[in-house]
C-alpha cells in the first residue's frame, strides 16, 4: 500500500489516507503488531509527520476504528423489499464479507485490541450494535417492540458477532452455511420467544405469512420436520 512518490495533501486528506493505511494494516494484522513506522513507510511519509497528524499510535487506531465501525454498520441497511428471511441472509452476507476481509480489524473491533478500556472505542463498537438492532426492527416493522422482541434482537445481534469471532478462528464451518445457521438462528429464538408471549407469536406468524416455499425460514422448518420423527419426548418409552 506505499505510495512510492510523495506529494504534498492537504491536512484532511492526509488524516484520511493515513487512517486507510492503518485500518488496511490492521485488517491483516492484530493492532498490537504493527508499528508507527510501518503506518509511515506504507504512508510514505516519515514517522514524525504521523505524529504531526495524530498524537500516537492510540489516536490513529480509534480513528481507524471509527471508520471500521462506521463501514461495520452500514452492511446491516437493506432496502425493504421482499420477505425477511432474504433480507437478512444478504444482511449476513455483507456482514461476513467485512468479517472475512477485515480479519484481525474486526477481532480488534470487537473485542478492544490495545484500546480496552478506551470509553472511545467501547462507544463505537455500541453504536455499531445499536445500528444493527434499529435496522432489524425497522424490517420487522414494530413501532413499539415488545420486551422478548428486544430480548430476540439484541440476542441475535450479539450471536452474529461471537459467531464470527470464533469463525475467524480456523473457520471450521463453510461461510456460506454458517449465514444461512445464523437466519435460521434468528428464526429459531423468535420461535422459542413466541411459545412464550402472544405478541411475539403474531409477529413471528407475521413474519412467516411472507415466507415464500423457497425461503431460508421454510428451509429451517423443513429441517426440523425431517428431524421430528427422530426425537423423542423425555419420561416416554419407545414401542
Known sequence: MTTGVRRRMGVEERRQQLIGVALELFSHRSPDDVSIDEIAAAAGISRPLVYHYFPGKQSLYEAALRRAADELATRFQEPHEGPLGARLLRVMGRFFDFVEGHGPGFSALMRGGPAVGSSTANAMIDEVRQAAYDQIM??????????????????????????????????????????????????????????????????????????????????????????????????????
Open 138 to 239: 425497522s424490517h420487522l416493522g414494530v413501532q413499539r417492540p415488545p420486551a422478548r422482541l428486544e430480548l430476540v434482537v439484541r440476542s441475535w445481534v450479539s450471536l452474529a458477532e461471537t459467531t464470527a469471532l470464533i469463525w475467524l478462528d480456523g473457520r471450521r464451518v463453510p461461510r456460506a452455511e454458517l449465514e444461512l445457521q445464523l437466519v435460521h438462528d434468528f428464526a429459531a429464538l423468535a420461535a422459542v420467544s413466541a411459545a412464550y408471549d402472544e405478541e411475539m407469536a403474531a409477529v413471528l406468524l407475521g413474519v412467516f405469512e411472507d415466507e415464500p416455499a423457497d425461503g431460508p425460514f421454510t428451509e429451517l422448518l423443513g429441517r426440523l420436520f425431517a428431524l421430528a420423527p427422530r426425537m423423542r419426548v423425555p419420561g416416554q418409552r419407545t414401542a
